[in-house]
Nanobody, 115 residues
Framework: QVQLVESGGGLVQAGGSLRLSCAAS????????MYWYRQAPGKQRELVAS???????NYADSVKGRFTISRDNAKNTVRIQMNSLKPEDTAVYYC?????????WGQGTQVTVSS
């Protein structure tokens, strides 16, 4: 079955950096578009970034220029490098992919940015 396991979250001061990773199994990773979402307390889950199988990327306006999504097909891993973090980036970050019309989610990793 499809499994997505996120790691790398933590507590960081504003202006700091974190790198999140998501290890995928149960899919042909190299052909899948991968997504990072986040959900802050009391808010809806929002799309942060995506990367296609060809490596094309898209970002939410709120993270453009600060976050970089990448993939390592040899390790079935998608990462997101988060720089210049702001308190409003505080959220649970989730990895996501889609297979046969279904969305699959990891358990999430908490990112907390202190001011």
């Amino acid at each position: 079955q499809v499994q997505l396991v996120e790691s790398g979250g933590g507590l960081v001061q504003a202006g700091g950096s974190l790198r999140l990773s998501c290890a995928a199994s149960g899919i042909i990773f190299s052909i899948k578009t991968m997504y990072w979402y986040r959900q802050a307390p009391g808010k809806q889950r929002e799309l942060v970034a995506s990367i296609t199988s060809e490596g094309s990327t898209n970002y939410a306006d709120s993270v453009k220029g600060r976050f970089t999504i990448s993939r390592d097909n040899a390790k079935n891993t998608v990462r997101i490098q988060m720089n210049s973090l702001k308190p409003e980036d505080t959220a649970v970050y989730y990895c996501n992919t889609r297979l046969r019309g279904l969305g699959y989610w990891g358990q999430g990793t908490q990112v907390t940015v202190s001011s």
